[in-house]
């Protein structure tokens, strides 16, 4: 597979799972043999995971992105013994962190779940082609990472401007909106994704999809209190 393929989730799951490390190892910069250059967005990828990962409270040691040409058997051979002995010095997941593997992983699952997030919040800069690998190092601030997890955004349908159009429920990539017909939808804040569609999608003369951050999200709307009454132009909930 392309190092340019490997996603941001696919690490944290790797992690999430209990991997000790995880390393990637393609193409050199300049050699891809495509005009995709996709070793260029792993590279930039690679710095965002790592920051990613001190947030969550991994050692970034645990990853790392390394140049293998196809005819460089002894290099491989070489990288694969010093990430080995990286590793060794490091433990287990956990070990150096000072943390149980469950916290860990608890931590990399909430983070993974806001990966579709974070790659529309950070898509600019992930689309950065920079000239040289040192320009990437710099890409990603560690106060800029917390940031963005700190701020992240919920969706919340308001139930009394929901009419029930069902337009949020067929468009959500997730399946996280619960709703029907003359239900009044809801988002499943576990399952959402936070991608907002359905705040873009849900028609303006409703504006049932708010945005929140830096507050709690209301608690669901119980079952029985969802059906949409409609009396001529007007709605109410019964
Ligand atoms: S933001 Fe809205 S559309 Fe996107 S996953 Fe969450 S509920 Fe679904
Ligand atoms: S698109 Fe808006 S009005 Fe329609 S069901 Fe979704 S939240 Fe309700």
């Given at each position: 597979m392309c190092t340019g393929r490997v996603d941001l989730a696919f690490v944290l799951r790797a992690f999430q799972k209990?991997?000790?490390?995880?390393?990637?190892?393609?193409?050199?910069?300049?050699e891809c043999h495509y005009v995709t250059e996709g070793n260029y967005d792993a590279l930039?990828?690679?710095?965002?995971?790592?920051?990613?990962?001190?947030?969550?409270?991994?050692r970034p040691e645990r990853l790392r992105l390394e140049w293998v040409g196809a005819s460089e058997g002894i290099r491989f051979a070489e990288v694969m013994n010093d990430f080995a002995n990286t590793l060794r010095e490091l433990g287990p997941l956990g070990a150096a962190e000072g943390a149980t593997p469950d916290h860990?992983?608890?931590?990399?699952a909430a983070l993974a779940r806001l990966v579709p997030y974070i790659k529309l919040a950070k898509r600019?800069?992930?689309?950065?082609?920079?000239?040289?690998?040192?320009?990437?190092?710099?890409?990603?601030?560690?106060?800029e990472v917390a940031a963005l997890i700190r701020d992240v955004v919920s969706y919340y349908v308001e139930p009394e401007l929901c009419q029930a159009c069902m337009i949020c429920?067929?468009?959500?990539?997730a399946d996280a909106i619960a709703g029907g017909k003359n239900l009044i939808h809801v988002v499943d804040q576990d399952k959402c994704i936070k991608c907002g569609t359905c705040f873009d999608v849900c028609p303006p003369r409703f504006g049932a999809v708010r945005k929140i951050s830096g507050a709690p999200v209301p608690p669901p709307l119980?079952?029985?209190?969802?059906?949409?009454?409609?009396?001529?132009?007007g709605a109410r909930r019964e």
């Amino acid at each position: 597979m392309c190092t340019g393929r490997v996603d941001l989730a696919f690490v944290l799951r790797a992690f999430q799972k209990g991997a000790t490390g995880v390393i990637i190892a393609g193409c050199w910069l300049g050699e891809c043999h495509y005009v995709t250059e996709g070793n260029y967005d792993a590279l930039n990828m690679m710095h965002l995971c790592k920051k990613l990962l001190e947030h969550a409270g991994v050692r970034p040691e645990r990853l790392r992105l390394e140049w293998v040409g196809a005819s460089e058997g002894i290099r491989f051979a070489e990288v694969m013994n010093d990430f080995a002995n990286t590793l060794r010095e490091l433990g287990p997941l956990g070990a150096a962190e000072g943390a149980t593997p469950d916290h860990l992983a608890s931590r990399l699952a909430a983070l993974a779940r806001l990966v579709p997030y974070i790659k529309l919040a950070k898509r600019e800069k992930l689309a950065l082609r920079l000239k040289s690998p040192e320009e990437y190092l710099q890409l990603y601030a560690t106060d800029e990472v917390a940031a963005l997890i700190r701020d992240v955004v919920s969706y919340y349908v308001e139930p009394e401007l929901c009419q029930a159009c069902m337009i949020c429920l067929r468009r959500c990539p997730a399946d996280a909106i619960a709703g029907g017909k003359n239900l009044i939808h809801v988002v499943d804040q576990d399952k959402c994704i936070k991608c907002g569609t359905c705040f873009d999608v849900c028609p303006p003369r409703f504006g049932a999809v708010r945005k929140i951050s830096g507050a709690p999200v209301p608690p669901p709307l119980p079952e029985e209190a969802r059906v949409v009454v409609r009396k001529g132009k007007g709605a109410r909930r019964e």
